[in-house]
């Protein structure tokens, strides 16, 4: 997505955030964002779900040891540091 949106900041200092970029994103009431600051960029994105509370919630359907779940998360981790 390479649009432009303009977003107008309230007396609260509150934004909406656009519709399609709510939906492209799949942001909801409740999600959290990260806002990150880059020389003089700012950079919003969607917070990543814990990724620990993710394989638990799978843990109910697809049976894995806590110890099980930590190993998958360190090797996770590991993979997503090469990118």
């Given at each position: 997505m390479k649009e432009k949106f303009e977003l107008v900041i309230t007396s609260k200092g509150q934004t909406t955030i656009p519709k399609k970029v709510r939906e492209t994103f799949k942001i909801k009431?409740?999600?959290?964002l990260l806002l990150k600051i880059e020389d003089k960029k700012m950079i919003l994105k969607p917070k990543p779900e814990d990724p620990?509370?993710?394989?638990?919630?799978?843990?109910?359907r697809i049976k894995f040891s806590e110890k099980e779940i930590r190993k998958m998360i360190k090797?996770?981790?590991?993979?997503?540091?090469?990118?």
């Open positions: 009431p409740g999600s959290k620990l509370k993710t394989l638990l919630k799978m843990r109910e090797e996770s981790k590991r993979e997503w540091s090469k990118l």
